[in-house]
Structures are given as C-alpha cells and as structure tokens.
C-alpha cells in the first residue's frame, strides 16, 4: 500500500529528490558498464569477482540503504512495513552477491598460486567482506529485535545493525574505487573510464548515506540520551 502526503514540499526537499535521481542513474550506469566489460572479458574468475562485488554494493547494497530514505524515488511512498521487506531482500542479495564474488575469486587466485590480499583493494575487500558477514548475522537480531526485547533493548540492535551495515558499505565502495585502477579493469577499460567509476563510487558514498546516517544519529540521540 502506498502512502499519501498533502503536504507541500520544501526547496530542500526538491533538491534531495533531483540528487537521488541522479544517483540512480550513475549507479544504473556503472552496472550495465560493468556488465557488459566482464561479460566481454570472458568467463574468468576475476570477471565474475569484478561484476559481482560491483552489483553487490554498487548497486543491490546501495538501493537497500536508499529503502529508508524519505527523499528516494522508488520507495518513498511505501508504507514503512513494505520498505523494510525491500531492503532484508535487497541487503540479503546485495551482500551474498559480493561474498560469492570474492570467494570465487580466492579459488581462482588459489588455483593459479597468486598471492592473497597483497594489494590496498584486496585487504579492504577482506575487512569488507567481513563487515559484510557480520552485518547479514546483525541483521537477522535486527529483524528480531522486538521479540529479543527481553534480553536487548531494541534500539541497540537496531543501531549496531544501522552502524555494521554503514561501514560494511563504506568498505565494499572503497574496495571498487581502488579496484577500478587493478590490472583486470586497465586491460579492459580505458584510463578516463576508469577515472569516472572512481569518481562516481565517491559520489555514490556521499549521495547514498544522507538518510542512513540521519538515521543512525536519531537511533543514538534515542539509544543514549533519552
């Protein structure tokens, strides 16, 4: 059921909405790229690594956080029920699409006797990964939370949940921007190309966590000082 509001909307509110779409649209655009240059790079390990980490986070990760935004354009008028629905299915997609890709990735680099994690992109994408598992465990608390109320105050798993969730993103996108500039993308895609995912990884992180960081200081300010 979608909601319905009669109330007009600020400049501020405008601004936010013309933002969001933008950053639709360069996530949208980032994933056909990125899809058609690993289905183009054949079906090797590191194709399947680079495009599923990129949907996982660039796109699937993105759009579960932009669930809860109030300004974002597919989901604002969903009641809060069916937003939550969205992002679980989003979150759990997202993030199991970009730990299959860095497993498969492992066995490929394993199977060619490369070394592991020796690179700024790969110990992020390891810290990442791990963020990334513990924020799916956190989640499932999360979802529970008011049936746990007897042992947890809702509002803490909620806010770990908010703060793992955070972070595992911030560490899935840094990990892109620095895999942009690796040896699969320099063979496939040119240097301004490159230049521009970096760009647009930063501008995704900045665009994306408006809401979700509100959110995580509302759940503090409830959480600690109420």
């Known amino acids: ?37 690993c289905y183009n790079a054949g079906n090797r390990a590191i194709s399947w690594h680079a495009w599923l980490c990129t949907l996982g986070y660039q796109l699937l990760m993105t759009q579960s956080i932009l669930a809860f935004y109030s300004e974002n354009v597919w989901s604002k008028e969903h009641k809060r029920q069916t937003q939550k629905k969205l992002h679980w299915v989003l ?86 921007y620095f895999g942009y500039d690796k040896g699969f993308m320099k063979l496939n895609s040119r240097e301004d190309i490159r230049l521009w995912l970096q760009a647009l990884a930063i501008i995704t992180i900045l665009l994306s966590l408006v809401g979700a960081i509100r959110s995580s200081l509302h759940l503090i300010r409830v959480a600690f000082f109420k």
């Open 1 to 37: 059921m979608l909601k319905t509001d009669t109330m007009p909307r600020s400049a501020w509110q405008k601004i936010q909405t013309y933002l969001n779409v933008l950053n639709h649209v360069m996530i949208s655009i980032v994933a056909v790229y990125m899809t058609f240059l």
């Open 91 to 176: 979150q759990a997609v997202g993030s199991s699409a970009a730990i299959v890709g860095m497993i498969v990735e492992y066995i490929g680099r394993s199977q060619k006797l490369k070394s592991h994690f020796s690179s700024t992109h790969s110990i992020i994408g390891l810290i990442a990964g791990i963020w990334t598992l513990t924020g799916m465990f956190n989640g499932i608390f999360a979802l529970w939370a008011v049936e746990l109320k007897k042992y947890f105050r809702p509002i803490y798993l909620k806010l770990a949940h908010n703060l793992n969730g955070l972070i595992a993103f911030v560490l899935g996108m840094t990990s892109l």
